[in-house]
Every structure is written in C-alpha cells, then in structure tokens.
C-alpha cells in the first residue's frame, strides 16, 4: 500500500523546522514528530521521525510509545481494569506508573523491558499504593546508551520509604 502524504508548510515566527508524522491507522492514529536544531541538518530529523514511525508502525502496540504513559492516568481513574500494548517501554512510562501508584489505588503492571514491547495492565483495587509496580525484569537493549540508568529498580520506592 502506497501512504497518503500531506505536505503543509505553516508560518513561524522563528528559524527552525519541524516535521509532524501522522499515520492514520484502521483503528486509530499514530504520532512522531521532530524539532530541529542549530547546526543538525533537517535531513536528519526527519529522518528521525521516520525511524520512529517505522518502528511504531511495524510493532504489535496499538498505542505508540508517546501516548502509552499519557493514557496511564486516565486508565487509572476509570475503576475497571484495562489492559493496553506499546510498541516500546519508555522510562517516563515507567515513571509515571510509579507516581500514579503511589497517588491512586491502582495496581500498573508494565510487562516488558525498556525499548521493548510490552503489555500494560492497570488494575484497580485498595491498598494497591503500597505494592510495587511490577515490570519484567528483562535487561535494557544491548548497546544502549541509558542501559545504566534505563530501568527504575524495582525496590527503589520502598528502599525510600524505610
């Protein structure tokens, strides 16, 4: 299949580009975008935003990376249990399932590891704020540069709180 493509080109009253691809799915959308910067050619960010559209699209997540650790707050309100999958583990993903946790009674389930796929589980239920949220304990993509500090520890939150 062959995409749609839309070129729009927008006023500014800045130097610099930005390149915003949507890809309008069967079920829904998917979103990357790049901003340039002084001295990076927009080749190459957009370049960028074509790996990471490639990437999502060729994943089994219906949410892209982006999205999934925004839709974690609204799945945690909702009080039934929801299940999702991303195409790629983010670190603010894992963040913001440990901050929701500890404000809401909601059990968040990250299975997969970091840049990985995974399937995100929020489950309501009391006293679910002082049990940790859980991920796969699956090591970071070899060669990554964040392997070092990629992953929250599972143990962090209660090593802080005794």
């Given at each position: 299949?062959?995409?749609?493509?839309?070129v729009?080109e927008?006023?500014?009253?800045?130097?610099?580009?930005?390149l915003?691809?949507?890809?309008?799915?069967e079920?829904g959308r998917?979103?990357?975008f790049a901003?340039?910067?002084r001295?990076?050619?927009?080749?190459?960010?957009?370049g960028r935003?074509?790996?990471?559209?490639a990437?999502?699209?060729?994943?089994?997540g219906?949410?892209d990376?982006?999205?999934?650790?925004?839709i974690?707050?609204?799945?945690?309100?909702?009080g039934?249990t929801s299940?999702?999958?991303t195409?790629a583990v983010?670190?603010?993903?894992?963040?913001?399932?440990?901050?929701?946790?500890?404000?809401?009674?909601v059990?968040?389930q990250?299975d997969g590891?970091l840049?990985?796929?995974?399937?995100?589980?929020?489950r309501p239920?009391?006293?679910?704020a002082?049990?940790?949220?859980?991920r796969?304990?699956?090591?970071p993509?070899?060669?990554?540069?964040?392997?070092?500090?990629?992953?929250?520890?599972e143990?962090?939150?209660?090593?802080?709180?005794?």
């Amino acid at each position: 299949m062959i995409p749609e493509l839309e070129v729009e080109e927008l006023p500014a009253s800045t130097r610099g580009t930005v390149l915003l691809l949507l890809a309008a799915c069967e079920q829904g959308r998917g979103c990357c975008f790049a901003l340039g910067a002084r001295g990076v050619r927009a080749e190459a960010g957009g370049g960028r935003a074509a790996q990471a559209l490639a990437s999502f699209l060729g994943s089994d997540g219906a949410v892209d990376p982006w999205l999934a650790d925004q839709i974690l707050l609204p799945l945690a309100l909702a009080g039934e249990t929801s299940s999702l999958r991303t195409g790629a583990v983010t670190r603010h993903l894992l963040t913001n399932a440990e901050v929701i946790r500890l404000f809401l009674p909601v059990k968040i389930q990250v299975d997969g590891a970091l840049g990985g796929p995974a399937t995100i589980q929020v489950r309501p239920g009391p006293g679910s704020a002082t049990a940790p949220c859980t991920r796969a304990a699956a090591a970071p993509p070899e060669g990554s540069d964040r392997a070092e500090s990629a992953l929250l520890r599972e143990t962090s939150m209660a090593d802080r709180q005794r």
